[in-house]
């Protein structure tokens, strides 16, 4: 019943990716139309971004615009021109304390405290972009303190910042 399509495709470290915003829409649109077609009762999640970074990751297409707005912005447009609804949720991963030194939790918990001023950024450019943006669903798919490998991960401090997180979403 649910299906993502694409994982991180905004972060250089998946194979083909970086894309641009309408490299990835051009492809989730062809996926999802094609899906729906065999099965209109599935939800179809995308972008399935690396980052809650809504307002700051680029589009790459080199006009200001962020990778989040401008894959709304052209799903949208496309659900307006289709009559079609091709997006039922926006999927994300959240992984909010980065580190150059050695991870604290301390500054772990402050940085997942960071998610909800990020989720209003979300709902706002779905509301911008997006016709009856109150009946998609937000999905955050993977989520963890960080992705700094560390004993951090594994201690209670990761726990409290989980329950952090869900109680963002």
């Known amino acids: 019943k649910f299906w993502e399509i694409g994982n991180?495709?905004?972060?250089?470290?998946?194979?083909g990716g970086p894309v641009t915003a309408r490299q990835y829409v051009t492809k989730y649109l062809a996926y999802a139309r094609a899906m729906k077609q065999v099965d209109p009762s599935i939800l179809v999640f995308g972008p399935?971004?690396?980052?809650?970074?809504?307002?700051?990751?680029?589009?790459?297409?080199?006009?200001?615009?962020?990778?989040?707005?401008?894959v709304l912005r052209l799903i949208g447009e496309a659900e307006v021109k289709d009559g079609a609804r091709y997006l039922d949720g926006f999927d994300f991963h959240a992984y909010p304390y980065w580190t150059e030194g050695r991870p604290n939790a301390v500054n772990g918990l402050t940085a997942?405290?960071?998610?909800?001023?990020?989720?209003?950024?979300?709902v706002a450019m779905m509301g911008r972009r997006?016709?009856?943006?109150g009946s998609r669903l937000i999905n955050m798919s993977e989520l963890?303190?960080?992705?700094?490998?560390?004993?951090?991960?594994?201690?209670?401090?990761?726990?409290?910042?989980?329950?952090?997180?869900?109680?963002?979403?």
Do not use: H, I, K
């Open 8 to 15: 991180e495709m905004d972060g250089g470290w998946e194979d």
């Open 48 to 70: 399935v971004m690396s980052t809650s970074e809504f307002a700051t990751e680029a589009s790459y297409q080199l006009d200001g615009t962020t990778w989040t707005e401008e």
């Open 112 to 122: 997942v405290r960071n998610l909800a001023p990020r989720m209003d950024t979300l």
């Open 130 to 133: 997006l016709q009856d943006p």
């Open 144 to 169: 963890n303190m960080s992705v700094v490998s560390s004993n951090l991960l594994v201690r209670a401090e990761n726990a409290v910042a989980t329950a952090l997180s869900l109680a963002q979403l």
